[in-house]
């Protein structure tokens, strides 16, 4: 079935910098989401992506649909300690009922 | 605006105890999902339900049922607890219309689930 895979599994940053983290599926998706999730709570939705180049920005937080529509980047400009927390990406595999796909996430810890 | 609302939050449980998870969705939403997330291992599918009437196997279903009572709600049934089956329990939903963009799951809070 499909795998995808995210990247790094965990980070350590100091208050300020920028993050960049990736993810990249086995085939082809038509669609990529980015999700956060904080301490005790369930993921919530940061951003969509629809087309392959896509860039969408939510805030310091900028998602882009690869070309090749194999893969997908999100990137945290200036970190602040409430970015703490495990950064999913997910998508279908195609646009039927089939549930979506989850990588396992990226622990974003920040340093004051 | 509750959107995925999950009961109960907490739950301490017995090896051999049975137990029901309750979700239920405000948004009219046809297809829900039960996912566990345990350290290290993501979110990973346990059942689901395209839509009301339906059920279908996730990538972890043994020791699990699920019942789609109606369109708003998706309980998670434990027959007989096992330590193995300690985790963090997440409903969630997603409308799914053919034809049109892929839409997001939304999630509840969680039920967070210890077996003894």
């Known amino acids: 079935g499909q795998q995808l895979n995210q990247s790094p599994q965990s980070m350590f940053i100091q208050e300020g910098e920028d993050v960049s983290m990736n993810c990249t599926s086995s085939?082809?998706?038509?669609?990529w989401l980015w999700y956060k999730q904080d301490p005790g709570e369930g993921p919530v939705l940061l951003i969509a992506?629809?087309?392959?180049?896509e860039l969408t920005s939510n805030g310091r937080l900028t998602a882009q649909f690869g070309i090749t529509r194999k893969d997908s980047f999100l990137n945290i400009s200036a970190s602040i300690p409430s970015d703490v927390g495990i950064y999913f990406c997910?998508?279908?595999?195609?646009?039927?009922?089939?549930?979506?796909?989850f990588g396992k996430g990226t622990r974003l810890s920040v340093i004051a | 605006n509750a959107g995925v609302t999950q009961t109960p939050k907490f739950q301490v449980l017995k090896t051999g105890q049975s137990m029901t998870l309750q979700c239920a969705q405000d948004?009219?939403?046809?297809?829900m999902y039960w996912y566990r997330q345990d350290p290290g291992m993501g979110l990973r599918l346990i059942y689901y339900?395209?839509?009301?009437?339906?059920?279908d196997k996730g990538e972890v279903p043994n020791g699990y049922n699920v019942s789609r009572l109606n369109k708003r709600e998706f309980s998670l049934r434990l027959e007989s607890a096992a330590p193995s089956q300690t985790s963090v329990y997440f409903c969630?939903?997603?409308?799914?219309?053919?034809?049109?963009?892929?839409?997001?799951?939304?999630f509840g809070d969680g039920t967070r689930l210890s077996i003894l």
């Open positions: 997910a998508g279908p595999s195609n646009s039927g009922n089939t549930p979506l796909v």
């Open positions: 339900s395209a839509s009301e009437g339906t059920t």
């Open positions: 992506l629809y087309k392959a180049g």
């Open positions: 948004m009219n939403h046809n297809s």
């Open positions: 085939s082809i998706f038509n669609t």
């Open positions: 969630a939903s997603r409308s799914i219309r053919q034809g049109r963009y892929n839409q997001p799951q939304h």
